[in-house]
C-alpha cells in the first residue's frame, strides 16, 4: 500500500512533519511542569512559565489539528485516485471476465474497500507520532530516572507484545468482512433490478432472508475486527495504567524517602501521561492499518485483472498469417473455422461463412447454437479458440479494439437503456451528433412519434435500466442509437423480438433502405426477417448447416423445419 503514496511525498512529509513538531511541544511541556512545580514549592513567581506553558500547549493543540487535516487530505487524494483506477480497470475489463463477476461486488469494491485504505495515511501519521513521543519521553525521563523508565520499558513491552497477537487477526476479518459486503450489495443489486418478478411471486422473504444473510456475516466479521482492536488497545492501555500506577507507588515512595524531588517526580508523570495518548492512537492506528490492508487486498484483486485493451492476445494473433494491409477484394467479414467453448461446453465447432459489403444477412438457429456468441466473437467481447475471424482480410486480433469497435454497431437481445435522458442514451454512439441527427434515427427506429408527443422530448429521463419505457420503446431506442453510430456493419440480436407488427414492418423497411450504405448482421426469429435478407445462415449443432436466399434453403428440409418450428411465433 505503500507505493500509493509516492506521488504525494511532500504533502505527506508535511503533515508527518507538523506531527513532529507537535511532538517536540509535548515533549517541552513535562519539563516546563516540573519546573514550576519546583519554583512555586520555593514560593518563586510562576506567572511566565504558566503563560509559557499554556502558549506551548495552544501551539500543540493548533499544529497537531493541521498535520492531521494534512494526513485525512492526503487520504482523501489517495482514495480519489483509487477510485478512478479503480473506474478505469472495471470498465474496460473484458466481458468475458464481467459476465463471471456480480456486479454488487464490483460496486462495494469500489465504494467500501477505497474508503478504507483512505484511512492510511493518516494511520501512518499517528504511527509516527506515538513512536517519536514514546522516544522522546523515554530519552528524557532516562535523563531524569532510569528506573521509572526501566520499570516503564518492561510493563509497555509485554502490552505491546501481547496486542500485537491481535493485529493479524483484525486483517484476516476485514477482508472477509468486504466478501460479505460485496455479497451483501450483489444480492441487492440483484433483487432491485427484478423488484417487479420478486413482488410477483411473493418471494420478498426469501430475497431479505438471503441478502440478510450477507449483512450477518460481515456483522460478524465487523465484530471481529471491534473484539480484536478493542482487545489490543485495552491491553496497550493496561499497560500505560500499570505505567502510571508504578510511577505513583515506587516514584512516590522514593519522594518521600528524598531520593527525587517533587518536580521530578511530576516530570516523570507527566511525560508518561502525555505519551499515553500518541501511544494509545499509534496502536490504534496500526489496527487501522491492518484494516485498510485487508480492504486493498480485496481491492487489489480486480486492479490485477488486465484489461482487454492489453496486448495479451496479440502473440497468439501474431501466429497466424494474416494481409499486413487491409484488401479491398477480401469480404467485409470471414469466420474461418472458427470454434469457441464456455468453460468446458462447446459452442461452436468449425464455424465458417462470409459477410458481403452493403447486404442484410440473417442468422437463424434454434435457441443456444451460438448466435450470440458470433456477434460476440466479432465484437471481441471473447477470441476463438480456434479458427481465425477476419476484417477485411486482417485477423481481428491484430487490429486495435477501438479502430475495430468504431466500425461496428450493436443492438443487443435485452436493448440495455442507461440511466439518463433519451438525448444521453443515442449520443452513446455519437457525441458530436445534433437533433436532426437525432430525430432521423428516431424516425428510422419507428419511435420518433412517441417522443415528440412527450413534455420534455429528447430531454425525458428514461429511469433506471429504461423502466420508464416500454419493452419495445427501449428496443427501438437502441434500435436508433445503432442507426446513428457511423458504424459499416450494424450487429442486430433479435431487434423485432418486442415489437408489433405494425412497427416491425417501418423498422424493417429502414432496415432494407439501408441496403448499400451498411451492412447488417441480424439475429432473426421472426419468418418477415429472413425473407428479405440478401443471405441467410443456418447455424445448428455448432455449424453453419446452410447458406442461401430464402427461396434457395425452402427446397433444404432441415430449413424448412427450422421455420415451421422456431419460426412459427411468426
Avoid at 255 to 282: C, E, H, I, K, N
Wanted: glycine fraction near 8%; include cysteine; charged fraction near 20%.
Amino acid at each position: 500500500m505503500l507505493t500509493l503514496l509516492r506521488a504525494h511525498w511532500a504533502p505527506m512529509s508535511l503533515g508527518v512533519f507538523l506531527l513532529a513538531a507537535t511532538t517536540a511541544l509535548i515533549l517541552v511541556q513535562p519539563l516546563l511542569a516540573g519546573a514550576l512545580v519546583d519554583r512555586a514549592a520555593v514560593g518563586s513567581p510562576i506567572l511566565v512559565s504558566a503563560v509559557v506553558l499554556l502558549s506551548l500547549l495552544a501551539a500543540q493543540l493548533l499544529l497537531e489539528s493541521l498535520g492531521h487535516f494534512q494526513l485525512d487530505r492526503v487520504g482523501e487524494r489517495v482514495v480519489l485516485e483509487l477510485r478512478s483506477d479503480f473506474t478505469e480497470r472495471v470498465v474496460r475489463l473484458p466481458v468475458g471476465l464481467l459476465d463471471q463477476t456480480r456486479s454488487g461486488d464490483l460496486l462495494a469494491r469500489g465504494a467500501s474497500d477505497t474508503a478504507l485504505v483512505g484511512g492510511m495515511p493518516r494511520a501512518l501519521g499517528d504511527i509516527v507520532f506515538g513512536f517519536l513521543t514514546l522516544l522522546g519521553a523515554g530519552i528524557f525521563m532516562l535523563a531524569i530516572d532510569a528506573l521509572t523508565l526501566g520499570i516503564v520499558i518492561v510493563v509497555m513491552a509485554v502490552a505491546f507484545t501481547i496486542g500485537n497477537l491481535f493485529l493479524s487477526r483484525i486483517q484476516r476479518a476485514s477482508v472477509d468482512r468486504q466478501d460479505a459486503l460485496g455479497d451483501y450489495t450483489a444480492g441487492l443489486d440483484r433483487a432491485l433490478g427484478a423488484a417487479r418478478t420478486i413482488k410477483l411471486f411473493g418471494a420478498e422473504d426469501r430475497e431479505v432472508r438471503s441478502i440478510g444473510g450477507s449483512a450477518h456475516a460481515a456483522y460478524r466479521s465487523g465484530l471481529h475486527i471491534a473484539s480484536s482492536t478493542a482487545l489490543s488497545i485495552g491491553i496497550v492501555r493496561f499497560g500505560v495504567t500499570g505505567s502510571f500506577l508504578a510511577i505513583m507507588v515506587i516514584d512516590g515512595r522514593r519522594v518521600a524517602d528524598g531520593g527525587l524531588s517533587v518536580g521530578q517526580f511530576v516530570s516523570l508523570f507527566a511525560f508518561a501521561l502525555y505519551a499515553v495518548f500518541p501511544v494509545t492512537a499509534a496502536f490504534s492506528a496500526l489496527a487501522t492499518l491492518r484494516t485498510s490492508a485487508g480492504a486493498h487486498q480485496h481491492l487489489a484483486a480486480t486492479l490485477h485483472e488486465l484489461p482487454e485493451s492489453e496486448p495479451l492476445t496479440q502473440t497468439t494473433a501474431a501466429t497466424v498469417a494474416a494481409p499486413p494491409d487491409v484488401d479491398d477484394t477480401a469480404p467485409l467479414v470471414q469466420f474461418d473455422t472458427v470454434s469457441f467453448r464456455y468453460g468446458a461446453a462447446p459452442v461452436l465447432d468449425g464455424v465458417s461463412f462470409t459477410l458481403a459489403r452493403d447486404q442484410i444477412t440473417a442468422l437463424i438457429g434454434p435457441s443456444g447454437a451460438g448466435k450470440s456468441t458470433v456477434l460476440a466473437l466479432l465484437c471481441r467481447f471473447h477470441d476463438p479458440a480456434g479458427g481465425v475471424v477476419r476484417w477485411e482480410g486482417r485477423d481481428v486480433r491484430t487490429l486495435r479494439l477501438r479502430d475495430l469497435r468504431d466500425r461496428l454497431g450493436l443492438l443487443e437481445q435485452d436493448a440495455p437503456v442507461l440511466h439518463g435522458t433519451i438525448r444521453e442514451n443515442l449520443l452513446i454512439a455519437d457525441p458530436d451528433a445534433g437533433d436532426g441527427d437525432l430525430w432521423r434515427v428516431l424516425e428510422q427506429a419507428s419511435i420518433a412519434g412517441e417522443i415528440a408527443s412527450l413534455p420534455n422530448q429528447l430531454d425525458t429521463a428514461v429511469l433506471d435500466r429504461g423502466r420508464s419505457l416500454s419493452g419495445g420503446q427501449r428496443q427501438r431506442l437502441a434500435l436508433a442509437r445503432a442507426f446513428l453510430s457511423r458504424s459499416e456493419l450494424i450487429l442486430m440480436d433479435e431487434p423485432t423480438a418486442h415489437l408489433d407488427r405494425a412497427n416491425e414492418y417501418d423498422v424493417m423497411r429502414n432496415l432494407l433502405q439501408a441496403r448499400g450504405r451498411r451492412s447488417v448482421l441480424v439475429i432473426a426469429h421472426r419468418l418477415s426477417t429472413v425473407t428479405n435478407a440478401d443471405q441467410i445462415l443456418v447455424l445448428q449443432h455448432g455449424r453453419i448447416q446452410a447458406s442461401g436466399t430464402h427461396d434457395e434453403l425452402l427446397r433444404m428440409p432441415a430449413y424448412r423445419e427450422l421455420i415451421e418450428h422456431e419460426l412459427a411465433r411468426d
